[in-house]
C-alpha cells in the first residue's frame, strides 16, 4: 500500500541553524500538507502545497519557512535559523484532491538545542 | 477563528464497552469531518471520514454527523486494550485547503 515517507526520523540542530525536513508524498496525490505537534499540544497546520505554490498557510508559517517541491517528488520543509520553540514533530501528509482524507507520514522529530 | 474542540479525557471504558468519543466545531461551513488515531510518538492514522449528516458504519466504528448542531461523534464497538490512543477529529470547509484538528481525546480501554 502505498505511503508517505519522511526524513529523517529525529532531527537535532542547534539554535539558529538551517534544517530541511524531507517527505516522499504519495504518488498519485496532488495535494502536500506541514503540520506541527509540539509535545502534548494539538497537530497544527502549517501549510499546503499545490500545483507548485502555496495554497494556503498559517500564522504560524512566517519569512522563517519555506517548503518546495524540488523534483516532483520530493517535497520539503526549510526553516531557516531554528528557534528552541520549534523544536516539535513536524507531519508530512498529502491527498488525492481537495477535501479528501489525509495521509500522514511518521512525522520528524526535531530537536533545537 | 475557526474551532475544533473535544474533551481532552481520559475517556475509560471497560473492554468490550462503546467508547463514545465527542466533537464540536464552530465554522457552519465545514463540509468534511475526519477521526484519526494517534499513539504517543506516532502520526495520526486515518479510522473514518464522514460528509453527510446521519452516521456511517465501518466495522466496529460508527461515525455520526449532525450539521444542525454542529456535531461530530465517533463510536468505537467492543472496545478493546489496543484501542487505547488519541482520538483526533479535524474538519475542512468547503472550497478551503486547512484542515483544523482538535486537541484530541485520549482514550483508555481497561481489561
Known amino acids: 500500500e502505498p505511503e508517505v515517507t519522511q526524513t529523517p526520523s529525529h532531527q537535532v540542530t542547534q539554535m539558529g541553524q538551517e534544517v530541511i525536513l524531507r517527505c516522499v508524498p504519495i504518488s498519485n496525490h496532488l495535494y502536500f500538507y506541514w503540520y506541527r505537534q509540539i509535545l502534548g499540544q494539538k497537530v497544527e497546520f502549517l501549510v499546503s502545497?499545490?500545483?507548485?505554490?502555496?495554497?494556503?498557510k498559517s500564522e504560524i508559517f512566517d519569512d522563517q519557512f519555506s517548503v518546495e517541491r524540488p523534483d516532483g517528488s520530493n517535497f520539503t520543509l526549510k526553516i531557516r535559523s531554528t528557534k528552541l520553540e520549534d523544536s516539535a514533530m513536524y507531519f508530512c501528509?498529502?491527498?488525492?484532491?481537495?477535501?479528501?482524507?489525509?495521509?500522514f507520514g511518521p512525522g520528524t522529530r526535531l530537536t533545537v538545542t | 477563528q475557526k474551532e475544533v474542540e473535544q474533551n481532552s479525557g481520559p475517556l475509560s471504558v471497560p473492554e468490550g464497552a462503546i467508547a463514545s468519543l465527542n466533537c464540536t466545531y464552530s465554522d457552519r461551513g465545514s463540509q468534511s469531518f475526519f477521526w484519526y488515531r494517534q499513539y504517543s510518538g506516532k502520526s495520526p492514522e486515518l479510522i473514518m471520514f464522514i460528509y453527510s449528516n446521519g452516521d456511517k458504519e465501518d466495522g466496529r466504528f460508527t461515525a455520526q454527523l449532525n450539521k444542525a448542531s454542529q456535531y461530530v461523534s465517533l463510536l468505537i464497538r467492543d472496545s478493546q486494550p489496543s484501542d487505547s490512543a488519541t482520538y483526533l477529529c479535524a474538519g475542512i470547509t468547503s472550497g478551503t485547503y486547512k484542515y483544523i484538528f482538535g486537541t484530541g481525546t485520549r482514550l483508555k480501554v481497561l481489561a
Open positions: 502545497f499545490y500545483n507548485n505554490e502555496i495554497s494556503e
Open positions: 501528509a498529502s491527498i488525492p484532491g481537495q477535501g479528501y482524507e489525509q495521509y
